[in-house]
T-cell receptor
Framework: AQSVSQHNHHVILSEAASLELGCNYS??????LFWYVQYPGQHLQLLLK??????LVKGIKGFEAEFIKSKFSFNLRKPSVQWSDTAEYFC????????????FGAGTRLAVHP | KAGVTQTPRYLIKTRGQQVTLSCSPI?????VSWYQQTPGQGLQFLFE???????NKGNFPGRFSGRQFSNSRSEMNVSTLELGDSALYLC??????????????FGPGTRLTVL
């Protein structure tokens, strides 16, 4: 079955530290990849997406992600986190032909301390 | 543009009852998807509707059903509620595009508690 693995369930960082959240998926065909974020008390919102083309994609709020096809990975990065980045981050995939069926990872809770 | 709205926001039911949740997508969006979010299972896809037709379905029992109306509003129904159905139910809508998938915009969710 198709699945998404997020390696870290909880991450604690100090402001200005660099962030990398791992995401791996299990699907051999073409995939469409997403990172969503859920800030405390807010809706899920899209950080960035990859459909095709340049494997390094930039999203909102200084986030970026790199698609490495050979590693089935789509890791999220940010060079310098802020307290306002405290949130839960979800990696998700839609396999080709999956219409809008998002398959989510378990999520990573990020806490940034001032 | 108004976002995705879901009603009610909170609901308390007892085992064996049934419940109907409503979702109004962003104006112009024709695809509506439903997800269940629980601490144990995370975010799981329930089903997707597009132009009043169910286009995709997740691995949930037949007690979970949905429909979409001609104005793209969608409802989901859960019959014979079980304790394990307690969850946050999220609705998401997507704009029409040339491809079969697109960014999904999520609503605030309906928090269902089954006692």
């Amino acid at each position: 079955a198709q699945s998404v693995s997020q390696h870290n369930h909880h991450v604690i960082l100090s402001e200005a530290a660099s962030l990398e959240l791992g995401c791996n998926y299990s699907y051999g065909g073409t995939v469409n990849l997403f990172w969503y974020v859920q800030y405390p008390g807010q809706h899920l919102q899209l950080l960035l997406k990859y459909f095709s083309g340049d494997p390094l994609v930039k999203g909102i709020k200084g986030f970026e992600a790199e698609f490495i096809k050979s590693k089935f990975s789509f890791n999220l990065r940010k060079p310098s986190v802020q307290w306002s980045d405290t949130a839960e981050y979800f990696c998700a995939v839609i396999p080709s032909g999956g219409y809008n069926k998002l398959i989510f990872g378990a999520g990573t809770r990020l806490a940034v301390h001032p | 543009k108004a976002g995705v709205t879901q009603t009610p926001r909170y609901l308390i039911k007892t085992r064996g009852q049934q419940v109907t949740l409503s979702c109004s997508p962003i104006s112009g969006h024709r695809s509506v998807s439903w997800y269940q979010q629980t601490p144990g299972q995370g975010l799981q896809f329930l089903f997707e509707y597009f132009s009043e037709t169910q286009r995709n379905k997740g691995n949930f029992p037949g007690r979970f059903s949905g429909r979409q109306f001609s104005n793209s509003r969608s409802e989901m129904n859960v019959s014979t509620l079980e304790l394990g159905d307690s969850a946050l139910y999220l609705c998401a809508s997507s704009p029409p595009s040339g491809s079969s998938y697109n960014e999904q915009f999520f609503g605030p969710g309906t928090r269902l508690t089954v006692l």
